[in-house]
Structures are given as C-alpha cells and as structure tokens.
C-alpha cells in the first residue's frame, strides 16, 4: 500500500536546527539572550554567579533562577506541545491554584500526604482532559475553550479553600516545594527530570512527529491516518498535569495553598517561554528544552531586577524591552539578515 | 463557610461584654448594610465582625453581599430605603456614582456612613465615613523601630505592595515618615512583593544574596502580612533567624503573622482593623441619643502588636473571623 506523500512540514520558516552539531547550540537567540541577560545580572551584582554550599544544598543567586524559574518551565513544557498543535491552555495557571488547593485542604484534614499529591495530580489530569474534550468532541477553539477553565478555575480553587490561604506543615508537600536533592532545589530537579522525560518521549518516538503533524495541518494529519482527536485530548491532559505538578510546588513552596495568588497570570510567562524557545504558535514544529530555556530567560530577567535595586516601578519596563529585543533578534527578518551576513562576506 | 462564620460569631463575643453598655440605645434598630463581597480574608473578616457587633448591640442588621458590583450596591441601598431602615452603612466598591441613590436616603432622613472607603461627591450625602489612614500604618511601624533599634545603625529592606496601589503608596510614605529624623536607619532596597506570599519570598531571597547574605540586613518591613511570611521563610532558608538575625515588622495584623509571633520570628504588625462598624454604630448612637452629628471622618485606630501582647491570644480571637 502507498500512502500518499505529502509534506507535512511547514514550508514557509526555515527549518529547525535538529541534529546538528553541539557548537550550533551556543549561537542560537535563546542561548545567546540567556547569556547576556546573565552578563547583565553579573553586572549589576558582582556575586551573581558565587555558590556556595549551606545546609546541605546549594545556595545563590543562579541556583535562585533554577529554582523560581522551575514552575514556569514546567508549565512550558506542557504548553510547548499545545502550542505545536496549533493551540494554546490558558488554564494552567488556574490548574496550578485547583491543584495546590486540593492538596492543601486534603492534607489539612487529615488525609496522608502521598494521597493528597496523587488526588491533586489526578485534578489536573482531570482539568486537562476537560479542556481536550471541550477543543476536541466540542471542536471549540483552544483560547476560548480553555479561557473557561482559567475564568472559572480559580473560583474552583477558592471554593476548594474557601476563600482563606490553607497553610500546612506536611513535610512531603513542603519538601516538594523547598526540599533538596544533591544539593539541587526539589523544583529543578523534578523540571529537569521532566524535561529529560518528555523530551524522550517525543523525540525517541514518532509522538513529536506526530503532534507536529496535527499542529500544520489537522485535517491532513488525519487524511493521512492519524488519530488527530486522541492526540489532542493526550496533549492537553498533559498541560493539565504539568500544571498540577508546578502547583504542588508553589504551594509547598509557601507552605499554604493561596488560591487567589497561586500561578496568577503564569499562563502567560509559559506561553512567553514557549514563544521565546522558538515554538511557532502555529502550530508545528517545537522544542522542549528551548521552551525551557526560554523559562530560565524570563527568570533570571526577574532575579536580576530584583538583586540590581531598580525601583519597582521599572521592572514591567525593563522586562518588556528585553523581551522585544529576544523577539527580535528571533523573528525570520533578522534570521534572513544574519544568514546574508556571512554570504556577503565570502 | 457558614460554620466559621458561626464561629467568627462567637468569636466576636469578646466584643460584646465591651459593648454591653451600649445595647440599650441601638436595640431594635434596623441597619441596612451594604458590603462590596468577600474578595479578600480581611473583607470576610470586616463582615463577620460587623455581624458580631450588630448582634451585640441589639441590631437588627439586614446585610446585603454586593458582588464586587455597585448596580448590586446602589440596588440594595434602594432595598433597604423601601424597607425603612433607620441607618444604612455601604462600603463603596467604587468611589463615583452615588450622588444619586445617596440623595434618596438623605430625602428618606435615612443616614448614611461610609465603611473603610470614601467617595467622591457633597459631603452632606453621608453622616460620617469610617476608614483607617494607611499613611499612619506606616508610620506606626516605622516609629516602632526606631525605638526598638536605638542608636544601632539599621539597614532596611522594604517589601512593596502592588506597584501603584493605594496601600503602597501610603504605606511607604508613612514609613519613610515614621524613620524621618534618625541617621542610623536607612531603606537600602525596595521591591514590590504584590502583597502575596510566594512574591514576598522570592524577593527577599534576592535581598539576601545582594546583600551579603543577609548579614547586611537589619530589619525587613513588609506592607502587609502575607509577604512578611514569606520573607520570613526566605531568611530561614538562607540559615539566618527571622526576629532577631533579622527583624520583622508588618501591617494587616491577619492570624498567621500572629503564629509566627508566638514562633519568635515576627516581631511587630500593625493592625488594619476589621472593626469598621463599631465606630459606625457609635456614632448613630451619639447621633441620635445627643443629635450631635460626629465627625465627617472617623480614623480607626492604628494598634501596634508586638510579641509582648499575647500573640496567641490574638491568634486564638482572629482564627474565626474568617480571614
């Protein structure tokens, strides 16, 4: 049987730098922002980079960046396969708040700890499979259909709590959130652990393929055989649980689950990550470790204009015009430009 | 819910032995209260001691949730005019818009008083506002250090609420004022930790790093509880202690600042009293048993709790109300 051939790759952006060389992995725009963001904060606080070893861990600023950049890129991860199929979760900051609620008020009351984490990772598999269903069965569009759940979300996570932040002194919830291990923050080790994981699974498999297949071009996807809706529900039942996961760590980071503050608008710094990794939002062909990487820029964003004593007020300011110039530098433009450049000169 | 407000109830029975004298002269009467919703700890908190104080003064209250909503405000105050309440209080959700539904009370002789925010408009649309001043907070917790570290040189980090809001604003400036005059105490570093706990951490673990791990830090002062929480955890991580290595003084004076006094790693907050009401109902009283119109503006007062005043008392008498 012959199937039919046809090019499920994009043909209008040039293409992803897959299997080259591991030189090529330094001259890309999301390393090189990483960087000089880094050079910057290096700058501005001589002591940036020192780590030192207190208590058992690893203590200073860079390992801060690892380690409050790990929710996001942990939602990144998630998001990085919705975006590949041309969609987008808005919930996961949500998800994030029903999460940390439900473990919270289940421990609080008594139930053991390894329950509470399971029950809480069950409602976000259950959170992103309602968002699957509604984009797939329902065929509505991925902004509106997971808007629901990021309106709506939160109210669940304040009726979870009601109203009041639930603090707990559970030691496994709290060493999810602020425990170590080798020396390394709970949260980047389970991010990069993540990462590793998913990474795999997608690229050591056809999966990856496959998404990026339904992210071109659904129908097509189909036409050549694939289950797009199977793929879809699975993708966005993923984002939940990724959500469920960075919520677990925001709560056992403040030892409370704050149903009104947790994950607030994180929905946008992973689609940032996302969006700064490279992802097309598109749909088609993506990157976990760059969505990742593209988590750490935003963080060390953060931490360095909270170590350089700006004053608050420009912090919105100064995030936004590194971000544009990080867009910039990505957009196929300046990618036109830069490969010009050397030709030119031959 | 309704099981901790029936406990905040009884919490607030506390408070009715103190206002046992005033029973007598507001018995029977009915007040129309019009409150925003319950956005926040502190907002359930205003409700449920507004309740307790009702009750303990023989009022019957008629209390109305507004949903974050004014339509829903300007609907219950017409409510309760049609009902012929004898007082009606309103926390105004938005400071515009009242003249209006205010001017049917005033025709009605029905007087109002303004809870915990003003408005806009003729002042003789209302018979009084109750409302803390947020500048005084400030300064209050300000002033309290300066006496607490004496002659010592004090480098003060300063956890910001949301860039731009009104808390922020004035409690900084409070502050500002309250150390104004004394050399040895300086704010060397101020971010905003968006009055939230996982904020206040964050950036008081970036203070601790730039600031040689922290031994440079003598005091960090919090615009509100939440984020002095978690700037506590932050210096605990950092292997310093919270309360002596570092002092810790707040504003909002919520329960778990309380259990973190009785822990030894808090040292003083300044309350925002929930009690709007009860400065309100004395008011009416002192209106209609005297027929002297009070004040325009009534200041609650600005408490400051130190571990010297019963945290865990405090912390028992707060758990209930709901915040």
């Not at chain 1, 409602?123 to 984009?135: D, E, F, P």
């Not at chain 2, 205010?102 to 506002?129: H, M, Q």
Request: with cysteine; proline share 4%; net charge negative.
């Amino acid at each position: 049987m012959t199937r039919p051939t046809v090019d499920l790759r994009p043909t209008t952006q040039p293409p992803m730098p897959r299997a080259r060389p591991i030189a090529s992995f330094f001259t890309r725009p999301q390393v090189i922002a990483l960087a000089a963001v880094l050079l910057v904060n290096w700058l501005l606080f001589p002591g940036f980079f020192t780590i030192t070893w207190q208590d058992g861990r690893f203590f200073g600023s860079l390992i801060d960046v690892l380690n409050r950049g790990a929710p996001v890129a942990i939602l990144a991860i998630g998001m990085t396969m919705v975006i590949a199929t041309k969609g987008v979760d808005l919930s996961v900051g949500a998800v994030m708040a029903i999460s940390g609620a439900t473990a919270a008020t289940l421990v609080t009351s008594g139930v053991p700890a390894p329950v509470a984490v399971f029950a809480a990772l069950g409602t976000g598999l259950l959170c992103g499979l309602w968002n699957g269903i509604l984009v797939t069965v329902l065929e509505i569009q991925p902004i509106i259909a997971t808007l629901v759940l990021m309106v709506a979300g939160r109210g669940l996570a304040q009726l979870i709590t009601e109203g009041y932040i639930v603090t707990f002194s559970d030691p496994l919830l709290i060493f999810i959130g602020t425990g170590s291990f080798l020396g390394f923050p709970m949260p980047v080790v389970i991010a990069a652990l993540l990462m590793i994981l998913a990474t795999l699974i997608v690229r050591r498999t056809a999966l990856g393929l496959l998404i990026e297949a339904v992210g071109v071009n659904r129908s097509a996807a189909r036409f050549a055989g694939l289950s797009a809706g199977a793929l879809l529900l699975i993708v966005y039942t993923f984002a939940g649980f990724c959500a469920a996961i960075s919520g677990l760590i925001v709560a056992g980071d403040i030892r409370g689950a704050d149903a009104n503050n947790a994950g607030l608008w994180l929905e946008l710094d992973a689609i940032l990550a996302v969006v700064i990794g490279g992802t097309s939002l598109m749909g088609g062909r993506f990157s976990i470790p760059m969505a990742v990487l593209g988590a750490m820029i935003i963080q060390a964003m953060n931490t360095g204009i909270l170590i350089s004593g700006f004053s608050p007020e420009f912090n919105l300011v100064v995030k936004s015009a590194v971000i544009i110039v990080i867009l910039v530098l990505q957009s196929p433009i300046s990618a036109r430009l830069f490969r010009r450049l050397p030709g030119a000169q031959k | 819910m309704n099981v901790y407000k029936t406990l905040a109830l009884g919490a607030g029975l506390a408070g009715l032995l103190l206002s046992a004298a005033y029973a007598e002269g507001l018995q029977g009467k009915v007040i129309g209260f019009s409150q925003i919703g319950s956005e926040s700890g502190w907002r359930a908190a205003e409700t449920s001691v507004t309740k307790a104080e009702a009750e303990a003064r023989g009022i019957d209250l008629k209390f109305a949730d507004a949903q974050q909503k004014q339509e829903n405000q300007i609907k219950a105050i017409r409510g309760f005019i049609a009902q012929g309440v004898d007082a009606i209080l309103v926390a105004p959700v938005v400071a515009t818009g009242w003249e209006e539904v205010l001017t049917e009370a005033k025709e009605a002789n029905i007087p109002v008083v303004l809870l915990d925010r003003g408005i806009e408009g003729p002042e003789d649309l209302y018979l009084t506002s109750v409302a803390s001043d947020q500048v005084k907070e400030g300064r209050v917790a300000g002033e309290w250090l300066v006496g607490t570290v004496g002659d010592k040189t004090c480098n003060i980090v300063e956890l910001q609420g949301t860039v731009g809001s009104s808390p922020a604003i004035n409690r900084k400036q409070g502050f500002e004022e309250g150390i104004a005059g004394h050399a040895n105490l300086s704010i060397i570093r101020s971010q905003t930790g968006d009055f939230t706990r996982s904020k206040g951490k964050e950036v008081m673990e970036g203070f601790i790093k730039a600031e040689d791990g922290g031994k440079n830090i003598c005091a960090v002062y919090a615009h509100n509880d939440d984020m002095a929480v978690g700037a506590i955890q932050a210096i605990k991580d950092a292997g310093l202690k919270p309360g002596s290595d570092i002092l810790v003084v707040s504003i909002d004076a919520v329960p778990d600042i309380f259990s973190a006094m009785v822990a030894g790693e808090a040292n003083a907050t300044v309350e925002l009293t929930p009690n709007m009401a009860g400065p309100a109902f004395d008011a009416l009283q002192a209106y209609w048993d005297a027929g002297t119109a009070p004040e325009k503006f009534i200041i609650t007062e600005s408490k400051l709790f130190t571990s010297a005043d019963d945290p865990q008392g405090e912390y028992d008498r707060r758990k209930g109300l709901g915040y």
